[in-house]
């Protein structure tokens, strides 16, 4: 299985999180801040069919994309737990 985000417009698309957290491959096009979340070998220009299809199949080549380290459960929790007991 491959997620596909196929947007023209993102913010900060939490379904490619979902999607990276739970193993499954993800392609996107390369619009809002998805740039920051998969490495460009897997983005692929808003608006062209051609490359996303390109994107996709390097995806499936490739080895997962893993959930970048500040989005890992751990680390989350350690840096909620830093902030509450602070306060």
């Known amino acids: 299985d491959v997620f ?19 193993g499954t491959l993800v392609a996107a096009t390369a619009v809002g801040d998805v740039p920051l979340l998969l490495p460009a070998t897997v983005l692929a220009p808003s608006g062209d069919p051609h490359a996303l299809a390109d ?6 080549e490739s080895p997962p994309v893993a959930l ?20």
């Open 55 to 60: 994107a996709v199949e390097r995806a499936i």
């Open 4 to 22: 596909l985000l196929a947007s023209v417009h993102e913010g900060g698309p939490n379904v490619v999180l979902e999607a990276l957290a739970s």
């Open 68 to 87: 970048p380290e500040r989005y890992q459960q751990s680390v989350f929790v350690d840096r909620t737990l830093q902030v509450v007991l602070v306060e």
